[in-house]
């Protein structure tokens, strides 16, 4: 402020000096002209030039006021800011303490912290943020990471010390992705380069199950597209996957068209262009991932018991451990151990079809003969009991009675569009193409 006021009052003066004259050229203030007369003649008083007086007053006024915005961005505290991730062995007690925190402040920040998250029990890699007024300074801003979307924040009151907890949630953003790829090794792999992770994958191949049995009918060239829904956090992180609107299959094991739609009352379903139900009554497998080791034999020659017999089933090689899914929707008619079967379990799905599979390592947990089982619920895993030289799964399907090769049988579909949906499953065909658009599947 002194030094504003000596500036007006040298201006007032002394009129100017060949400094403030520059500083005004320079600035545009004060035009060449009147420089050169200025410069001539130096005495002069402000009743003989009171604009060009003015105009050096508001120079000076101007010139302070940037030298003080200048001097008090100078000033300004430097916020330093750091993120730690607790290893094997530490805590956020240790953590903090070791930063300088007390033992009570401590308390109270995991006290206040309590309703959202237990501090005391925060698993290895939990991430924390600090952020000091001063590169060696105490923390006024503790930010402790809950997961990718919510963050608990601690912030110092700088009048009285006192500590305040906030919770900020991000808000999730839908958007859509349309993914493609040609099959070169595996679904998996073309699905994965596309950018899809694993359970977008899984999503994807659900669409087809009924359709398409990835492990056995896929080969190079099968070429596929998907318009899948993916959630984004606020700051642009991805955080998770929404629904498949619309899939597309051309290949080996024939093309295919899925529309997610809700029908009368309904739950979402997959329809084709046709409105007729991709879901069938049973999975094409009860494995996602594996290989058939056997298929359905009249006659085939045991490799335990060393004599020719029918394999009236179809073994699929996996891992011990590997979740069993029932083909359909039914209820259990036999779980537990049968001799040469090992534990099995047999399903009866209506007064038509029945399935077995057996060999199995143990059972879902809750399952018990009697129980009703939703298709593609898991209940049971790969194993090798009964007379089985490995891990694999031996799966019947039997038609009225009679074994019947699952691989060869035509499945029936559930129910088609209702009529009085037909309008605006098409509307929704119409606007699912528009996003398919693009390069035309290679089949």
């Known amino acids: 402020m002194l030094f504003k006021k000596w500036m007006i009052q040298y201006g007032k003066l002394a009129l100017c000096s060949g400094c403030t004259l520059m500083l005004g050229f320079w600035m545009g203030r004060v035009p060449w002209t009147d420089m050169e007369a200025l410069l001539g003649n130096l005495t002069f008083s402000e009743e003989e030039n009171p604009q060009v007086v003015a105009a050096l007053e508001d120079l000076a006024l101007e010139s302070t006021s940037q030298l003080e915005s200048q001097m008090d961005n100078t000033l300004e505290p430097q916020v330093y800011e750091e993120t730690l991730e607790l290893s094997h062995n530490d805590s956020v007690y240790t953590t903090l303490r070791n930063l300088g925190l007390t033992p009570l402040l401590i308390q109270n920040l995991v006290k206040a912290a309590s309703k959202y998250v237990d501090l005391g029990r925060v698993p290895r890699g939990f991430k924390l943020t600090l952020k000091r007024v001063g590169e060696d300074a105490e923390p006024v801003e503790i930010i402790f990471h809950l997961n990718v979307r919510e963050n608990l924040h601690f912030e110092k009151n700088p009048h009285d010390s006192d500590w305040t907890v906030r919770k900020v949630t991000q808000d999730v953003l839908m958007e859509t992705g349309v993914y493609e790829g040609v099959v070169k090794n595996s679904l998996w792999q073309s699905a994965y380069d596309a950018g899809l992770d694993g359970a977008a994958i899984a999503m994807l191949a659900d669409v087809f199950a009924w359709q398409v049995d990835f492990e056995r009918q896929i080969r190079p060239g099968d070429a596929w597209k998907v318009v899948i829904e993916k959630e984004v956090l606020e ?51 009860p494995l996602k991932y594996s290989r058939i080791s056997s298929p359905f034999q009249r006659k085939r020659y045991h490799p335990i018991l060393k004599v020719n017999r029918p394999h009236l089933g179809v073994d699929y090689a996996a891992s011990a451990g590997t979740p069993v899914r029932t083909v359909g929707d039914g209820v259990i008619s036999i779980l537990g151990r049968r001799g040469g079967n090992g534990n099995m379990i047999k399903i009866r799905h209506n007064s038509k079809y029945q399935t077995a599979y057996k060999h199995l390592s143990g059972f879902a947990r809750g399952l018990r003969s009697g129980s009703r089982v939703r298709q593609g619920q898991v209940i049971g895993y790969v194993g090798s009991t009964g007379l089985a030289t490995g891990p694999h799964l031996h799966f019947e399907f039997y038609e009225n009675g009679q074994y019947t090769d699952p691989l060869g049988v035509k499945f029936p579909k559930q129910d088609s569009i209702l009529a009085s949906d037909r309008g605006k499953f098409d509307q929704a065909v119409m606007r699912a193409n528009q996003l398919l658009k693009g390069a035309a599947l290679r089949s």
């Open 235 to 285: 700051n642009g992180k991805f955080y998770g996957w929404g629904h498949v609107i619309a899939a597309q299959f051309h290949g080996n094991a024939g093309n295919y068209d899925a529309y997610r739609f809700v029908s009368g009352n309904q739950s979402a379903g997959y329809y084709d262009l046709n409105g007729d139900n991709m879901k069938g009554k049973f999975l094409k497998s």
